[in-house]
RNA sequence: GGUCCCAUAGCUCAACUGGAUAGAGCAGCUGACUUCUAAUCAGCAGGCUGGGGGUUCGAGUCCUCCUGGGAUCGCCA
């Protein structure tokens, strides 16, 4: 259930009455009319914007418009006070009751908050992508949580999901990922390695060296590139990606997909991806012209094959084919979402690190073109993290050399703190982590502070269980909810039918970040209450000798825990239910 | 120079996609532990939403021009 929608439904049908009725024209477009909880609580519980918006094409005054719109929603049960507020603002106060069925459905549904939204269309995710050259390191972590949420958030919301990862092993970098296994290699055997300028330094590779000398003895010793790339190649990137799914499965990410560059070659996908835009006549030969503004010193005229990505939104037209006449990554790529448009899927996400900003137009304007726009692709990108330790930046890793690794993160503060503290922002807003902060047990660590709240509402469900009251959630369901009816109680209640609101919310945006905010809201409205409970005795959960009342409060404590472990859940975090 | 992102309280960030008096936390100040866990709560104080124009009933949000920061810009992926 949404009490947000179903209030809607409600406006639109006083609507059309009044239309009926002759109060309004006919035919009045209601597609803006939105029905929101107002800013300030004390206007009311809902306020809707229907008077404003329908002013003008009905050509009547707002005011008119919500007095006549009042009078009609007053007479449902379930509005106890319609009144008209600004410039026509209509503001709806409803009764306990439904404050209290709220609390009913969140305990009787497991899925309450679940959402027809996304109506089991099919949805691809694609996330984290990195090259197989190494660990994945902190840009990637943060790429792996967004994606991974992200993708839960669309399930959540009733879209069929598909979470994949791109492995980009086609390229020059898994050569030169060979190379440097390669010298590891001889490192292994007992030589002295060679890590030239350019070669991926990191110990990570020094396992990979003894397992090429386990697996080919010295028969690769002294020869040149021709008798091993190929084969060190294909072994070193095997040896990564096993190493990236680690990684991954320390965050609890876990792919349904992995799609593979190189196995896109020699297939003909990639010709057909772009004879198919041929067709459409948007390949051609020709050559570029220099960035605007600042031409580069080497700058040289060159004929290249080029995609017209002018035709879909680009600013101009890109190469997928250097002047050598090999294909450019991008050519691959198109093949590989040209791929996942003829996979059936309804909509495309690719989550990005900010260096693909000059990335999205081009791409965005390939599927435009392949799927004759039928299918939207969504590009989110996540900015920089920056870390911190003890006040000062933290750039270097014991394992990689040059970076801090995900491992490295994770094996410091743990996959729940590491996941949440990075939704606790946009995605495209930079992220300061604090590894000090991050691990700080206080009110000021979001991560904390949500879980301590789930964690009191078990606590007192211990206590409950062991004066023997029920509190099982078919019980809970079942018990009397009238009492709940003091102000402090009702907001909780209130910001729990929040819930499927928010999801639709963050799910409509690709924005799994409001997932974690709400759980904030939630949680402080929780210890809010809680401490009400400390001056008035009336408030506190459990009330002895009173099992009925006491199952009530039980009720609305055990609704908020629900969601607020629904929502955790999402973000991929665990709920606590002790936190000594 | 082109393109994209960002700019909101002293600090770190929200703001329900155009709604009413812009909200939280931290830092500062004042209070609440005989308790269902004080890892919490209540209160005070803190703002020309970087700047100028525009669009309309209404703008932090949309358009435009500036300023400042970041990313990126043909044979890297």
Known sequence: MNLFSDIRALVIEALAALEAEGVLPRGLATDAVSVEPPRDAGHGDMATNAAMVLAKPAGMQPRAIAEALAAKLAADPRVVEATVAGPGFLNLRLSNSVWQGVVRAALSYPAFGRSLLGQGKRVNVEYVSANPTGPLHVGHTRGAVFGDALASLLAYAGFDVTREYYINDGGAQVDVLARSAYERYREACGQAPEIAEGLYPGDYLVPVGETLKDKYGDSLLDKGEQFWLAEVREFATAKMMELIREDLALLNVHMDVFSSEKALYGTGQIEAAIDRLRGMGLIYEGVLEPPKGKTPEDWEPREQTLFRSTAHGDDVDRPVKKSDGSWTYFAPDIAYHFDKVNRGFDALIDVFGADHGGYVKRMKAAVSALSSGRVPLDIKLTQLVKLWKNGEPFKMSKRAGNFVTLRDVVEQVGPDVTRFTM??????????????????????????????????????????????????????????????SHEAELKLAKQVAEWPRVVEIAAKGNEPHRIAFYLYELASDLHSLWNRGNDDVSLRFLQEGDAATTQSKIALIRATAVVISAGLGILGVTPMDEMR
Do not use: C, I, M, W
Not at 433 to 448: I, M
Not at 451 to 462: D, E, G, I, K, M
């Open 423 to 484: 939704l606790t922002r946009k995605n495209d807003a930079p992220l300061d982590f604090d590894f000090a902060k991050v691990l700080e047990q206080s009110r000021d660590n979001p991560v904390f502070y949500v879980q301590y709240a789930h964690a009191r509402v078990q606590s007192v469900l211990r206590k409950a269980r062991d004066a023997g009251v029920a509190v099982d959630d078919a019980s809970l369901a079942a018990a009397d909810l009238t009492t709940l």
